[in-house]
T-cell receptor, first 112, second 111 residues
């Protein structure tokens, strides 16, 4: 079983729509959670951390369900510039190099 | 002003050669990493280096050897390059196991 699973997409969404995607992780020892964004031929950049209580940053909302080992990202009023690959990341403290695990990413295309 | 920098940006070389990629961070972080992103875009940790302690991912061939002359630098040396080593290699840094900041990547092509 893959450690962090995401639907690779692509998700084709019209501009202005709301889009949600999810990820599941297999290691219950995971301690911290993030969404990263990666544009084509660029490095991954932190979009937001994900907290147990859920958190919002402008048009972006992240949720974490520890019981189900499930993380979500919601993007409201999507913009053309939101087109990118979104990487779900979990971090296991004390796990050494293996504690840093990325999903394969979900490819999002916002269409005009 | 670049927080995490890597050189070179592109590297094209022949099979069997030895090459190095350099990484530097000016964020004052104590942990640095090397990742490999293959043609399927899967980003996978290779090494992390925290306060002079190297944590090795055992799936990485021993042809890959990281070297950290100081906290701000983590270089990657690759011996006897193989076709399958072609990928984008990203360096990253963080405070302990916190948020990671990535370098722009080194695109390696082995012919």
């Amino acid at each position: 079983r893959k450690e962090v699973e995401q639907d690779p997409g692509p998700f084709n969404v019209p501009e202005g729509a709301t889009v949600a995607f999810n990820c599941t992780y297999s290691n219950s020892a995971s301690q911290s959670f993030f969404w990263y964004r990666q544009d084509c031929r660029k490095e991954p950049k932190l979009l937001m951390s994900v907290y147990s209580s859920g958190n919002e940053d402008g048009r972006f909302t992240a949720q974490l369900n520890r019981a189900s080992q499930y993380i979500s990202l919601l993007i409201r009023d999507s913009k053309l510039s939101d087109s990118a690959t979104y990487l779900c990341v979990v971090n296991i403290f004390g796990g050494g190099a293996d504690g840093l695990t990325f999903g394969k990413g979900t490819h999002l295309i916002i269409q005009p | 002003d670049t927080a995490v920098s890597q050189t070179p940006k592109y590297l094209v070389t022949q099979m069997g050669n030895d090459k190095s990629i350099k990484c530097e961070q000016n964020l004052g972080h104590d942990t640095m990493y090397w990742y490999k992103q293959d043609s399927k875009k899967f980003l996978k940790i290779m090494f992390s280096y925290n306060n002079k302690e190297l944590i090795i991912n055992e799936t990485v061939p021993n042809r890959f050897s990281p070297k950290s002359p100081d906290k701000a630098h983590l270089n990657l040396h690759i011996n006897s390059l193989e076709l399958g080593d072609s990928a984008v290699y990203f360096c990253a840094s963080s405070r302990s196991m916190g948020t990671q900041y990535f370098g722009p990547g080194t695109r390696l092509l082995v012919l």
